[in-house]
Nanobody, 123 residues
Framework: QVQLVESGGGSVQAGGSLRLSCEASGYTFSLYCMGWFRQAPGKEREGVAS???????TYADSVMGRFTISRDNAKNTLYLQINSLKYEDTAMYYCARSRYGLCGTRGSLYSHWGQGTQVTVSS
């Protein structure tokens, strides 16, 4: 079955960086769009970034220029490089696999989700 396991979260000071990873298994990773989402306490889930099977990327305006999504199809792994962290980036971060043929930052486009990794930014 499809499994997505995130790692790399932690507690950092504002201005710092983190790289999140998502190891995928149970399907042909290279054939699907992948995305990163986040949810802060009391807030709705937000689509952060997506990457198509061909490598084309899309970002939310709130993270443009600071976040970089990438994928290594040989390692079945999705990444999210987060730079210049802000207090408001504090959230649980989830990776997700899209429904076949679909891609973007809307949650409804995705059918499988990981358990999440917590990012906490202190000011």
């Amino acid at each position: 079955q499809v499994q997505l396991v995130e790692s790399g979260g932690g507690s950092v000071q504002a201005g710092g960086s983190l790289r999140l990873s998502c190891e995928a298994s149970g399907y042909t990773f290279s054939l699907y769009c992948m995305g990163w989402f986040r949810q802060a306490p009391g807030k709705e889930r937000e689509g952060v970034a997506s990457i198509e099977r061909g490598g084309r990327t899309t970002y939310a305006d709130s993270v443009m220029g600071r976040f970089t999504i990438s994928r290594d199809n040989a390692k079945n792994t999705l990444y999210l490089q987060i730079n210049s962290l802000k207090y408001e980036d504090t959230a649980m971060y989830y990776c997700a696999r899209s429904r076949y043929g679909l891609c973007g930052t809307r949650g409804s486009l995705y059918s499988h989700w990981g358990q999440g990794t917590q990012v906490t930014v202190s000011s």
